[in-house]
């Protein structure tokens, strides 16, 4: 069974940094991309980036290229995001999602989720 | 870039169609077959529904069907069920650079 789990809710201060984890299971974890999607309090989803765990290949979305870092531990199957001098409007849940890409540039779609983890910056 | 535009809402009466559009440009929606969609129940993670334009997951009924016509891409959904109710993405393939882009999101109210 395809399995992608999510670390816990998290709460932080302004300007603080955080890391937030995704551990897949069930497949060979180098076959398939892992992507990052935000979605904010009442608002639609949002793509933040996606990376290869082969080659640690990643492509950041515009909008949060420099904002966020992703990136893979293939030894322990899990992809991780960080999210560097936190501010209110990074409250939010944050989803990863197992992507399909044929041949390493054209991506299909997301088959398998995260269960969710949520962000709450606050003072 | 830009989110693929969709209706804010819509919504149908048990048993009725309704159709849902995703409208892109020619660097997205209109240039690639790789238009996907994911339906979202409140507090869930998003689950896919159609891939690469038309294709059905296994174990997503046949009520739910995916076209594409020039940049805008649609999903209609025959036979409205109660738990048909949520919000409902496009996602398309938008290049080597950006990937992959986001639709603004459909309530569909049954």
């Known amino acids: 069974e395809v399995l992608l789990v999510q670390s816990g809710a998290e709460v932080r201060q302004p300007g603080k940094s955080l890391k937030i984890s995704c551990k897949a299971s069930?497949?060979?974890?180098?076959?398939?991309?892992i992507a990052w999607v935000r979605q904010m309090p009442g608002k639609g989803l949002e793509w933040m980036g996606i990376?290869?765990?082969?080659?640690?290949?990643?492509r950041y979305s515009p909008s949060f290229q420099g904002q966020v870092s992703i990136s893979v531990d293939k030894s322990i199957t899990t992809a991780y995001l960080q999210l560097n001098s936190l501010k209110a409007s990074d409250t939010a849940m944050y989803f990863c999602?197992?992507?399909?890409?044929?041949?390493?540039?054209?991506?299909?779609?997301?088959?398998?989720w995260g269960q969710g983890t949520l962000v709450t910056v606050s003072a | 870039q830009s989110a693929l535009t969709q209706p804010p809402s819509a919504s149908g009466s048990p048993g009725q169609s309704v159709s849902i559009s995703c409208t892109g440009t020619s660097s997205d929606v209109g240039d690639y077959k790789y238009v996907s969609w994911y339906q979202q129940h409140p507090g869930k993670a998003p689950k896919l529904i159609i891939y690469?334009?038309?294709k059905r997951p296994s174990g997503v009924p046949d009520r739910f069907s995916g076209s594409k016509s020039g940049n805008t891409a649609s999903l209609t959904v025959s036979g409205l069920q109660a738990e048909d109710e949520g919000d409902y993405y496009c996602?398309?393939?938008?290049?080597?650079?950006?990937?992959?882009?986001f639709g603004t999101g459909t309530r569909v109210t049954v």
């Open positions: 990376i290869d765990p082969g080659d640690s290949d990643t």
């Open positions: 690469e334009v038309n």
């Open positions: 996602i398309s393939y938008a290049g080597s650079n950006a990937f992959g882009v």
């Open positions: 069930g497949y060979s974890f180098t076959n398939y991309w």
């Open positions: 999602a197992r992507g399909l890409v044929w041949f390493g540039e054209l991506f299909s779609h997301f088959d398998y």
